[in-house]
């Protein structure tokens, strides 16, 4: 059975080629280039220096998470696609576990292995693994939390600790401090070896899966994903009333070269086909589509986010609405 596995989910990139005798090869970079730009090459070289067809890849096998948003994706991705091409099945493990796995077997330490992968904004994601007979048990679900809250968790179990993974670095002191260990310079980042190897336990326990079936594990939303909740939550949509008409006035001056006088505006809105829908953000007008519906269909007439507000994706947002209800004036 041969595992070919990737990771790109921190600040390494690497591949792997497992079997069930050895470890046949591992190619890992950790630099400043991105990922987009090393696994690709990676896998090639690797492959090309161990002379392997890739027909005889029985598994591919990626991280699934957590970690970098933009990593993970790239890893799926490149899984995903080799997948694809060579028509084999997926395997995903989660970052986490790929972590740990790299002092499992150590033998004479006993300790708790805490892997911390930096999350930004003053967390960890985490997880708390003892070794067993037969390798090693996680303890507690996967968590992004902040490295104080780790650290007293880690202390509540009254068990020396190690922690591994890149989070250590911006929290080295904290977690010395706290009179834990940190793990070697290997140990800080997940290997692409010790993916394969857990790999090929998942793949003999019937856990491969249809590539397309595959998803990522998101602890957390993205910091691009909670800025658009935050727009969304802070605007709102309304049909017009006559007291709109001032403000579609003044949003008409500021947006167009030519524009629409409130008497056209008041006009318009009078005449029993128009409809407009306003664009407020905490309780202020900012934007305004119109519509008229003749018979069967919905001709736009204006719509316009004011100056201060243009760019945030409100415009598109408005224009749904629009669409909509012409949808539903069928």
């Keep these: 059975m041969n595992i070919l596995a990737l990771d790109s989910s921190g600040l390494a990139a690497s591949a792997a080629l497992v079997s069930e005798e050895r470890v046949m090869g591992e190619f890992f970079i950790n630099h400043k280039m991105t990922h987009s730009r ?22 591919i096998a990626v991280t699934s998470g957590p970690g ?5 994706r790239i890893g799926m991705a490149a899984a995903k696609g080799l997948c694809a091409a060579l028509d084999k099945p997926l395997i995903t493990v989660p970052t986490l576990d790929v972590l740990a796995e790299g002092l499992e077997g150590i033998e004479g330490r006993g300790e708790l292995i805490v892997p911390v992968m930096d999350a930004r904004r003053g967390q960890v994601y985490y997880s ?8 090693l048990k996680r303890l507690c679900s996967y968590g992004a939390e902040e490295i104080e809250k780790v650290l007293e968790l880690a202390k509540e179990t009254g068990e020396k600790a190690v922690f591994v993974g890149d989070g250590v670095y911006p929290y080295e002191g904290d977690i010395m401090r706290a009179g834990f260990r940190i793990g070697n310079i290997f140990q800080t980042i997940q290997r692409a070896g010790c993916l394969g190897v857990l790999a090929l336990t998942a793949a003999k326990e019937g856990k491969a899966q249809p590539a397309k079936e595959a998803e990522l594990m998101y602890l957390r939303k ?12 802070d605007i709102s949509f309304r049909l017009m009333t006559p007291e709109d008409i001032d403000s579609i006035a003044e949003i008409e ?14 006009d318009d809105y009078k005449n029993g086909l ?57």
């Design 68 to 72: 970098s948003f933009t990593g993970l």
């Design 38 to 59: 090393t696994l690709m090459p990676l896998l090639e070289n690797m492959l090309n220096a161990l002379e392997f067809d890739k027909s005889d890849i029985d598994f």
């Design 253 to 266: 001056q500021k947006c167009f070269a030519i524009p629409w006088s409130k008497k056209m505006i008041e």
């Design 274 to 330: 128009t409809y407009y829908i306003i664009c407020e953000k905490e309780g202020k007008t900012i934007g305004y589509g119109g519509m008229w519906h003749v018979i069967n269909e919905g001709y736009i007439t204006n719509i316009a986010i004011t100056p201060g507000e243009q760019g945030k994706g409100y415009g598109r947002r408005l224009m749904n609405e629009v669409v909509k209800l012409a949808k539903e004036k069928k």
């Design 222 to 233: 993205s910091q691009a994903e909670k800025e658009l909740e935050a727009r969304k939550s």
């Design 128 to 135: 708390m693994y003892k070794q067993e007979d037969g390798g």
